[in-house]
Structures are given as C-alpha cells and as structure tokens.
C-alpha cells in the first residue's frame, strides 16, 4: 500500500488507471470515473486480496465492522472505522491505524482528500477497530 501513496484521483473521465484497477478487480467493472465513486474501502479491499489478508468484499466503509477480530487497543495497521455525518447514517471511512495523538486518530487510506495518504481524523468519529487474519 506504501508503494502508492500520494496516489491521487482525477477528475471526471481521465480517472487514475491504478484506481480503476482496484475497482475492476474486485469485480465493480461499472466504475468509469473515480472522481464520483468513494474508495476507501475499495482500496483497502484491493490491497487486502493483494497480500492475503481477509477482507470485507463491499464498497462500503462501514462493511468493515463485520470483519476480522474486535480490537479497543489498536496496533500499526489495525483497520480502523469512522463514522462521516451521522453516526447512525450508512455513510463512513475506512483506513489503516498509524497512531493516535490525543483526540486525532492517524489513518493510512485512500479517497482522503482524493488521495492514498495519512491523514487525521477526531477520535471520537471512531466505530471501531479490526484486526485482519492472514487467509
């Protein structure tokens, strides 16, 4: 996942090849532009089939609370889930735990700010933390 970072979406039909593969080979083929589709949780889905790891198989971010083990006590890499809006809406974040400094949770994500990258996010916008299982 680090060999991409600072991968950055496009704007309308000149959408980032890599990006596009991550969706297609999951099978979401329909995705044309990755500028109106989040992908979050297909990233991290790309990269989890990649190395093995288990994964969530939907574009959802909050799909990822159904995965792997509960952990409160995140480690480096632990997937990690955020609420967006709503707590209780559909809509979320998905990312890889780098750190927490006080109330900021560092993630490693892609679709953060249009990009793969580490980014902050409140603690208190978090809904829990996955530990993935080697398949």
Request: hydrophobic fraction near 35%; include cysteine; charged fraction near 20%.
């Amino acid at each position: 996942m680090l060999q991409h970072y600072g991968l950055k979406e496009v704007y309308g039909t000149n959408s980032d090849p890599l990006i596009l593969k991550m969706f297609h080979d999951l099978g979401y083929t329909w995705v044309k532009d990755d500028s109106t589709t989040a992908w979050c949780s297909a990233a991290l889905n790309y990269f989890c089939k990649k190395l093995g790891y288990e994964r969530s198989k939907m574009l959802t971010a909050k799909s990822w609370l159904n995965v792997g083990m509960v952990v409160t006590e995140p480690k480096l890499g632990d997937v990690v889930i955020f609420s967006r809006g709503d707590p209780a809406s559909g809509q979320g974040h998905v990312g890889l735990f780098i750190s927490r400094q006080g109330d900021t949770i560092h993630a490693l994500g892609g679709n953060q700010s249009n990009g793969l990258n580490i980014a902050g996010f409140d603690a208190s916008r978090v809904l829990g933390y996955r530990r993935l299982r080697k398949l």
